[in-house]
């Protein structure tokens, strides 16, 4: 009988290490902020349909409304609802029917913003390999089905089409970014940065 008293608690500590092992094993909960119009019932479209992993990273608990992120670290951030971006001459890369915005400026950190679609979705994308980071297209790749619920209601034009009087589907020849073209390097995007809206060309 008193062998039996003796092994319940050693039977009660080894499995409270156990517990402890276990939820030391999971990745920590990403702090993010929402952005501005993240209650948008479109957001919500989106994020119940985030995939589990994005560009081989699994996805990893978010404390804000309509984000996302995988990695650990984080290596591909996601905010719905940022502000919406208007005319600009930066970069834009269509990706299986998704016109993004591209902001290399904190390279190898990327930011893509989408144009043409309301709310607007932001995504960062670490692409530094020696970090942890991820391929940019990939991500945008794998995101495009749950950004794709938004509906689109313009698109990214060429030089061609501005210089010929071609602008986009709504004839509005100023209501595109242009000079659309992949980027050299690796996409990617800043984890660390809140979301914000790509500068639009005076």
Not at 17 to 26: M, N, S, Y
Not at 43 to 64: E, F, H, I, N, S
Request: net charge negative; aromatic share 2%.
């Amino acid at each position: 009988m008193s062998s039996r008293k003796r092994l319940l608690p050693l039977v009660s500590a080894l499995g409270a290490v156990a517990l402890a092992l276990v939820v030391t094993g999971c990745a920590p909960t990403v702090t993010a902020t929402s952005a501005p119009d993240a209650n948008d019932p479109a957001c919500a479209d989106v994020t119940v349909r985030l995939p589990d992993t994005v560009a081989g990273k699994p996805q990893r608990d978010t404390d804000a409304q309509a984000t996302g992120a995988w990695g650990t670290p984080a290596a591909v951030l996601l905010h719905c609802g940022v502000a919406v971006p208007g005319p600009t001459t930066d970069t834009c890369v269509s990706l299986n029917g998704i016109d993004w915005i591209a902001d290399d400026s904190d390279k190898p950190n990327y930011r893509y913003t989408t144009y043409g679609r309301t709310p607007a979705v932001e995504v960062f994308v670490n692409s530094d390999a020696d970090t942890g980071g991820v391929s940019g297209t990939t991500a945008l790749i794998d995101l495009g089905p749950a950004v794709s619920t938004i509906p689109a209601t313009k698109a990214c034009t060429g030089p061609e089409d501005v210089l010929g009087g071609v602008g986009s589907d709504n004839g509005d020849p100023t209501a595109t970014p242009v000079n659309p073209a992949e980027p050299s390097t690796e996409p990617s995007a800043d984890p660390t940065t809140q979301p914000s809206n790509p500068t639009p060309a005076p």
